[in-house]
T-cell receptor, first 118, second 112 residues
Framework: GAGVSQSPRYKVAKRGQDVALRCDPI?????LFWYQQALGQGPEFLTY????????KSGLPSDRFFAERPEGSVSTLKIQRTQQEDSAVYLC????????????????FGAGSRLTVL | GQNIDQPTEMTATEGAIVQINCTYQ??????LFWYQQHAGEAPTFLSY????GLEEKGRFSSFLSRSKGYSYLLLKELQMKDSASYLC?????????????FGKGTKLSVIP
């Protein structure tokens, strides 16, 4: 696609429910990142995929968070037993190649999925 | 770990020039990025600096001093549409994966 597409754009969940957030990266992009952005804050790193391999999940806040990218394109971020502190915007981003991000290998973000946990 | 500091809010007048500063501390610097984010929208790439000096791109310029751990984003001929949050982000070669670490963002309000 022309850009990074995320769905749903808005999700309201009751505490304890499971949610799944989808990311469609730019076609052909190898690298995919998930970030969490709390209100009034900058994005914080959650996890990184190179094709289908999850190479870094050091930012996932707990074992309730799980991400996958089984065919190296679409990715899903799943949050089990949601808590109020999980309320945030979840941003997906992709870049065309592996390796360091540069002015040529730019990270392109989607508009995010806003999760509200009641 | 990393520490990235930028002012929380700034206000400037339409047509004026504004400079948004960013200071950082990293274990292994590998590039600095500026992104623009309008409320409720995706962050969009503005600039990239890896060497000391000024990079100019239209109305926007970005400066880097690696020895001082300092960057700024300069916006000229401000327009109302420039009202947004501006995010400073650093790539740290010691961070493991190729992730960006972001500051908290500077919310810029452009007034008539």
């Amino acid at each position: 696609g022309a850009g990074v597409s995320q769905s749903p754009r808005y999700k309201v969940a009751k505490r304890g429910q499971d949610v799944a957030l989808r990311c469609d990266p730019i076609s052909g992009h190898v690298s995919l990142f998930w970030y969490q952005q709390a209100l009034g804050q900058g994005p914080e790193f959650l996890t990184y995929f190179q094709n289908e391999a999850q190479l870094d999940k050091s930012g996932l806040p707990s074992d309730r968070f799980f991400a996958e990218r089984p065919e190296g394109s679409v990715s899903t971020l799943k949050i089990q037993r949601t808590q109020q502190e999980d309320s945030a915007v979840y941003l997906c981003a992709s870049s065309p190649t592996v390796g360091a991000l540069t002015g040529a290998n730019v990270l392109t973000f989607g508009a995010g999925s806003r999760l509200t946990v009641l | 770990g990393q520490n990235i500091d930028q002012p929380t809010e700034m206000t400037a007048t339409e047509g004026a020039i504004v400079q948004i500063n960013c200071t950082y501390q990293t274990s292994g610097f590998n590039g600095l990025f500026w992104y623009q984010q309008h409320a409720g929208e995706a962050p969009t790439f503005l600039s990239y600096n890896v060497l000391d000096g000024l990079e100019e791109k239209g109305r926007f310029s970005s400066f880097l001093s690696r020895s001082k751990g300092y960057s700024y984003l300069l916006l000229k001929e401000l327009q109302m549409k420039d009202s947004a949050s501006y995010l400073c982000a650093v790539m740290d070669s010691g961070a493991g994966s190729y992730q960006l670490t972001f500051g908290k963002g500077t919310k810029l309000s452009v007034i008539p």
